[in-house]
């Protein structure tokens, strides 16, 4: 049973609009959580993360909300550019481990001009 | 050559054939992972090794066997695999375990 859920296996955005990314996970015992991006023939890259004692981590057009109440956070992208069209992969470290990523399906963002 | 780097970046092998995967990290990382994404499923994580030592083995067949001979290397030796093997392979490396995780390109292996 999958721990960390990517529910939309893709999505399609407006350019200039807000883009939404949501992950669900069903372990309480996680501690850090993180997003990733990845391109065609390219590994995934680091894009933002966040404690399990915050709710909200900004990064310039990125930011992470999390509901731990939900078990659920999100990647939101505004504004929305061509450049962003990846994967994004949702992962979570679980307690007690540094280096583990549990990592879910991701979701396919497409951004159109 | 930076960042990290995983030859060859397609393999196409049989079921008795034996082969190795490859990666190299140019960061001065201490820290490395082998991961296995199946289509339309999560990346898994295979092995971890920090210096040179493993330290994860996640009930992982035994068809495949990972080797670490330095800080920068790590190899991935495939034999006899199944079908269902046929995956995309993801080399990642740390500064130490914990750290964020560098990914490489990933070799897409078919098993035929």
């Known amino acids: 049973d999958q721990q960390v859920k990517q529910n939309s296996p893709s999505l399609s955005v407006q350019e200039g609009r807000i883009s939404i990314l949501n992950c669900d996970y069903t372990?309480?015992?996680?501690?850090?959580f993180l997003w990733y991006k990845k391109y065609p023939a390219e590994g995934p890259t680091f894009l933002i993360s966040i404690s399990s004692i915050k709710d909200k981590n900004e990064d310039g057009r990125f930011t992470v909300f999390l509901n731990k109440s939900a078990k659920h956070l999100s990647l939101h992208i505004v504004p929305s550019q061509p450049g962003d069209s990846a994967v994004y992969f949702c992962?979570?470290?679980?307690?007690?481990?540094?280096?583990?990523?549990?990592f879910g399906s991701g979701t396919r963002l497409l951004v159109r001009p | 050559e930076t960042g990290v780097t995983q030859t060859p970046r397609h393999l196409v092998m049989g079921m008795t054939n034996k082969k190795s995967l490859k990666c190299e990290q140019h960061?001065?990382?201490?820290?490395m992972y082998w991961y296995k994404q199946s289509a339309k499923k999560p990346l898994e994580l295979m092995f971890v090794y920090s210096l040179e030592e493993r330290v994860e083995n996640n009930s992982v067949p035994s068809r495949f066997s990972p080797e670490c001979p330095n800080s920068s290397h790590l190899f991935l030796h495939l034999h006899t695999l199944q079908p269902e093997d046929s995956a995309l392979y993801l080399c990642?490396?740390?500064?130490?375990?914990?750290?964020?995780?560098?990914f490489g390109p990933g070799t897409r292996l078919t098993v035929l």
């Open positions: 992962a979570a470290i679980p307690r007690g481990s540094s280096y583990k990523l549990i």
């Open positions: 990642a490396s740390s500064q130490v375990l914990g750290n964020e995780q560098f």
């Open positions: 960061l001065g990382h201490n820290a």
């Open positions: 372990n309480s015992m996680f501690d850090y």
